[in-house]
């Protein structure tokens, strides 16, 4: 069970309403306020995770509530945990653009700048929680205001796992492998090879690159102490003694999204069957 009696939640904000919700929108309103849990109901008919009641609706739907599952629910963020940030075309499907091309008339007056929209899409670490929206770090240290509303998946900071920022990296004394296996020697704000740089403006607090049209290819897979050589390759290619390295979440997707993916793949229908032994 993901969520427990007195738990404060956040109610998920979608573009497109989920089949377990009313119909008519009586469930819209919620969308991106933060609820208390008042009871679980367990597994409801038809489906295979767990659904709670809230307090705050109890005079919707004739007094009775709504039930709501866990995949539309969010624990609240708390510093130090990560986020996954909705897709800008996501946000502007539901919200659309106001006249400077910001995402606006999100709940509680909230919007999403034009200006931070690489970070849309994202993983990124929270900083500091507030009422209503995170604060996470952008481009030259500063910190900008998420709403709730604009939070896909929260990702809670695991108890003794080291995480690696980049307030932590050294100038010259730390080498990074990328996920796509290029290695580069940190150096006054930039990642250095013999034939390549990537500055660290590009680079969230946890060191996704958030910039160009790249994407994860560049992220930050391992970090390790810079070796003491007099050729700059060997530092780059001899440097072994690992200090931090990425550990990442399974995607979690459901099962009729996996199929419709598989079925754009193959063209028909797809049935999964076990291995057979040789």
């Not at 200090?243 to 099962?255: A, L």
Request: one cysteine or more; aromatic letters at 12%.
């Amino acid at each position: 069970m993901r969520f427990h009696t007195e738990d404060r939640v956040i109610v998920k904000s979608l573009s497109k309403r989920p089949q377990t919700w009313n119909p008519d929108g009586g469930m819209d309103k919620w969308m991106g306020k933060v609820v208390t849990i008042k009871s679980s109901l367990g597994p409801s008919l038809g489906i295979e995770v767990d659904s709670y009641l809230i307090k705050e609706d109890e005079e919707d739907n004739s007094g009775f509530g709504w039930g709501w599952t866990e995949n539309d629910l969010l624990p609240i963020p708390k510093p130090g945990d990560r986020v996954k940030l909705r897709t800008w075309e996501d946000m502007e499907k539901q919200y659309g653009l106001d006249s400077g091309g910001d995402i606006s008339f999100l709940p509680f007056g909230h919007y999403v700048s034009k200006r931070v929209k690489e970070y849309c899409g994202n993983v990124v670490l929270v900083q500091k929680t507030n009422e209503s929206s995170v604060e996470v770090k952008t481009n030259y240290d500063m910190l900008y205001n998420f709403a709730f509303s604009a939070i896909e998946e929260v990702y809670p900071k695991e108890e003794g796992k080291m995480e690696f920022t980049k307030d932590m990296l050294k100038s010259g004394e730390h080498v990074v492998t990328l996920r796509n296996n290029y290695r580069y020697l940190y150096l006054n704000g930039c990642f250095i090879n013999l034939s390549s740089a990537k500055i660290l403006d590009i680079y969230s607090e946890d060191l996704r690159n958030i910039g160009g049209i790249d994407g994860s290819e560049y992220d930050v897979m391992a970090v390790y102490e810079a070796r003491r050589y007099t050729c700059f390759s060997n530092i780059i290619l001899n440097s072994d003694k690992l200090i931090w390295k990425r550990d990442e979440e399974p995607i979690e997707i459901p099962s009729s999204e996996a199929f419709a993916k598989l079925r754009e793949i193959y063209g028909k229908e797809v049935k999964i069957v076990e291995d057979k032994d040789d």
